[in-house]
């Protein structure tokens, strides 16, 4: 379950994973993980990461969701849902691709 939208009263600590969480294919296997990304810098309910491409397009066609956890060893972890949002003026994958 992921908390609400708003931000924590304390920035989040830097360099925090965050994780898809890959929903099973309609033959009720789940793929599997690879990699992290990875929390720079954040600003109240902003933040700024690198996400690998593979899991924003599962992120897209809605077969996976991403999240990071908050907490120390040992105590209750807080599990927060983590957007994304294309700059505008960047290029889309799979737009403006030059065949050589």
């Known amino acids: 379950m992921y908390s609400s939208i708003s931000a924590p009263s304390t920035p989040f600590p830097l360099g925090l994973d965050i994780r898809p969480v890959v929903q099973a294919t309609p033959e009720g296997r789940v793929p599997r993980q690879r990699g992290t990304g990875k929390l720079l810098t ?4 902003i933040g700024l990461a690198l996400l690998r491409l593979e899991h924003v397009e599962a992120l897209t066609k809605g077969t996976a969701t991403l999240q ?25 994958p799979g737009v403006n691709e030059v065949e050589v």
């Open 68 to 92: 990071l956890e908050t907490g120390q060893v040992g105590q209750d972890k807080q599990k927060w849902g983590v957007t994304y949002r294309w700059p505008p003026g960047w290029p889309q």
């Open 42 to 45: 954040n600003f109240g309910n």
